[in-house]
Each structure stands twice: as structure tokens, then as C-alpha cells.
């Protein structure tokens, strides 16, 4: 984020916090007029600041009241395992975010399911998909914070 000026920290923020608002208010926000902020928003999705603008939903309204950290180790660490890991979890739509670790784990998941029977599922597809050395699962009982937008800082330096 060290190439982006306090306007374009401004605009990422705004849209970060609802990526529905009109031009017309992001601009106002930035200190801008329309046309430049539009400007800016084009040149800041080609630069890959801004990667997608997506809509937010609630996973226990959708019937994803289940959510499971699940911390993988991998056998090996060759190149073909890796790879035939990636597809694996990659096939799995109810696996939300995958992080490659250091230490103990080698691979943390994060994943939403309707219920235990479902996670169930989940596992045994993914542990009869790929050869693993050992899955812990750590259950959510409350989600007490969650955001998408990072904490740009957009005071002037």
C-alpha cells in the first residue's frame, strides 16, 4: 500500500466499508470530483488494489450455521502433493479460505457448512481426495468480530 496516496487510501476505505456507493459520494468523500475518482476506482482495479466487489451475506441465513477451522498436515511437501491438494480444496466449494502456515500446521482452512453431518462429508471427501498426515478441526461457537476491510489508514502523513 506504499504507492497509494491519501486519496486513493480514502477511496479503497470507502469502498472496502460498502463498494455499493455511488461515484458521486466516494468522490465527495475523497475530496474529489466524479470523473477523477472514477479515474482513480478504474486504475485502481487494473493495478489489482481493488481485486472484486462482492455483496456480503449472513452464512447462518444462508444455512451455514456451521463454521470449522481446520488445520492440516501434509505428508510431504512435493510439488505433486501440493498440487493435488490445491484442486482438492479447490473443488470444495464450502472451504472459504485456505492459508499455506509456518509451524505446526502446514495448512489452515476455514470452512461454512450447514451442520456436523455436513462437515462429515466434507471430510471425508477431502481426506479420500488427497493423502493427509493429520486434520484437527477447532468448531465456532460465536463469530464476535468479522470485516473484509482492511484498516487503511487515510489520516493525511
Do not use: C
Not at 142 to 157: I, L, S
Request: cysteine-free.
Amino acid at each position: 500500500m506504499t504507492d497509494l496516496d491519501l486519496i486513493d487510501r480514502k477511496i479503497v476505505a470507502e469502498l472496502m466499508q460498502d463498494a455499493t456507493l455511488p461515484i458521486a459520494q466516494i468522490a465527495d468523500k475523497a475530496g474529489l470530483s466524479q470523473t477523477p475518482a472514477w479515474k482513480r476506482i478504474q486504475k485502481l482495479e487494473a493495478t489489482g488494489v481493488l481485486t472484486r466487489r462482492v455483496a456480503l451475506a449472513d452464512p447462518a441465513k444462508l444455512g451455514f450455521g456451521l463454521t470449522v477451522f481446520v488445520g492440516i498436515e501434509a505428508p510431504d511437501h512435493s510439488p505433486d502433493w501440493r498440487e493435488a491438494f490445491s484442486r482438492a480444496v479447490d473443488a470444495i466449494p464450502e472451504i472459504m479460505e485456505v492459508y499455506r502456515m509456518a509451524g505446526e500446521l502446514d495448512y489452515l482452512l476455514r470452512v461454512a457448512v450447514q451442520d456436523m453431518a455436513a462437515f462429515d462429508t466434507l471430510y471425508k471427501r477431502l481426506t479420500d481426495a488427497v493423502p493427509i498426515k493429520n486434520v484437527t478441526s477447532h468448531f465456532a461457537m460465536e463469530r464476535m468480530k468479522f470485516t473484509t476491510a482492511y484498516p487503511v489508514d487515510t489520516r493525511n502523513r
